[in-house]
């Protein structure tokens, strides 16, 4: 049996944790010499590089549904400080420097957060939704991923079941980011709209860009380990050259996290430990 947190033991300790978690997450990123992407611009950059949309009210999630409106209210709230923003060369995008004052004038609402792996609501909830079409966008530019979280469990189906596994990015303030350095000479720029139904994504650049990207599953397994189901997904992106069509293809990463909801029927599950990755 793992050993319980202190904050687990002593629940009433848990808001001076964070506090401190807060504190030392963001003297550390003062002092690592980092450039951070702050200013943002009306106008957008002249040339696209990619654009995606990701619907907002789960239906599969199994809970009320007005944590999914909350979540909504959430995303729009947090998105204010991300649309338009700029990272120029050299600079780093960091998804809590920018967020992390976006209640500062209007609150967020309760919404659905994975606690202990268990999805609980709770204040801000639902913001895993932006970092994950921030990271879907990122992959698809030359910016450096250089910090990215997977969910350790995974709930509930995804709105979007046409995405590719183990490419989401989860946050938590104090102890998660997600960090993209722009180590090219070109200059980028978010773009975040909102419709009744979807959240909007799109990336600009100064120059175009020369690389298309396409993101995919080499190989995504199951495997049952001490009663639990955990799947391993193999995600990987080829990058093809606009003027030659020369292709080529790696292996990014391999993207592990725990199953507990229902599979598909005839899914396959072996038996055994996990790959490591």
Same mark, same amino acid.
């Given at each position: 049996?793992?050993r319980k947190r202190v904050t687990q033991v002593f629940p009433f300790l848990l808001p001076l944790r964070r506090w401190q978690r807060k504190k030392f997450f963001y003297y550390k990123m003062r002092k690592d010499g980092c450039r951070y992407a702050a200013r943002t611009d ?15 009210? *789960? ?11 909350? /979540? ?15 990272? +120029?060369?050299? $600079? ?14 209007? /609150?967020? &609402? ?24 921030l990271f879907w966008m990122f992959l698809h530019t030359p910016l450096t991923i250089t910090e990215r979280h997977g969910h350790a469990v995974k709930a509930f189906p995804g709105a979007d079941e046409g995405l590719p596994c183990g490419t989401d990015a989860t946050v938590s +303030?104090?102890?998660?980011?997600? &960090? ?29 860009? +020369? ?16 009663? &639990? ?19 080529? $293809?790696?292996?990014?990463?391999? *993207? ?11 899914? /396959?599950?072996? +038996? ?6």
């Amino acid at each position: 049996m793992p050993r319980k947190r202190v904050t687990q033991v002593f629940p009433f300790l848990l808001p001076l944790r964070r506090w401190q978690r807060k504190k030392f997450f963001y003297y550390k990123m003062r002092k690592d010499g980092c450039r951070y992407a702050a200013r943002t611009d009306g106008s957008l950059l002249p040339n696209l590089v990619f654009e995606t949309s990701i619907q907002m009210l *789960n239906e599969n999630s199994g809970f009320d549904m007005k944590y999914q409106r909350n /979540k909504v209210h959430n995303l729009k709230l947090a998105a204010r400080t991300l649309n338009r923003v700029v990272i +120029e060369h050299g $600079e780093t995008f960091s998804f809590w420097q920018l967020v992390r004052r976006a209640d500062r004038r209007e /609150k967020y &609402k309760d919404g659905l957060n994975l606690v202990d792996g268990k999805p609980v609501a709770s204040y801000g909830g639902g913001l895993c939704m932006l970092s994950d079409m921030l990271f879907w966008m990122f992959l698809h530019t030359p910016l450096t991923i250089t910090e990215r979280h997977g969910h350790a469990v995974k709930a509930f189906p995804g709105a979007d079941e046409g995405l590719p596994c183990g490419t989401d990015a989860t946050v938590s +303030e104090g102890w998660l980011d997600l &960090k993209a350095r722009n180590e090219t000479d070109n200059v980028f720029q978010i773009e975040i709209s909102f419709d009744d139904k979807y959240m909007h994504g799109r990336i600009f650049s100064q120059s175009a860009v +020369e690389l298309a990207y396409s993101v995919f599953n080499q190989s995504v397994s199951y495997r049952k380990q001490s009663g &639990k189901i955990y799947q391993a997904a193999s995600v990987c992106r080829m990058e093809t050259d606009k003027n030659t069509g020369r292709q080529t $293809e790696r292996e990014l990463y391999i *993207n592990q996290c725990e199953i507990t909801y229902r599979l598909p029927e005839g899914t /396959k599950i072996e +038996e055994g430990g996990v790959q490591d990755g």
